[in-house]
C-alpha cells in the first residue's frame, strides 16, 4: 500500500491521473450515455470482444465524421 501511495503521489503518477478524465473516461461516457450503450447483447469472450470492437469503430468513425 505504501509502494501504491507512493506512486500515486509521485509528479509522475499526478500527471497521469490528470490526463485520465481526458483521455478515456470520456469516451466510455460518450458511448454509454450518447450512444445508448448500456449492456452486451451477446455471451461468450469472443463475442463480447467482437461487439466492443464494433462499438469502439462505431465511436471513432462518429468522431472522423465530426471533424470533416
Not at 23 to 37: L, S, T
Amino acid at each position: 500500500k505504501a509502494k501504491a501511495k507512493a506512486l500515486l503521489l509521485s509528479e509522475q503518477g499526478i500527471a497521469h491521473r490528470k490526463r485520465r478524465c481526458w483521455e478515456v473516461e470520456a469516451v466510455f461516457g460518450n458511448i454509454k450515455q450518447n450512444m445508448g450503450f448500456k449492456r452486451f447483447m451477446l455471451r461468450g469472450l469472443d463475442k463480447v470482444e467482437t461487439e466492443i470492437g464494433l462499438v469502439a469503430m462505431a465511436h471513432n468513425l462518429k468522431k472522423v465524421g465530426l471533424r470533416a
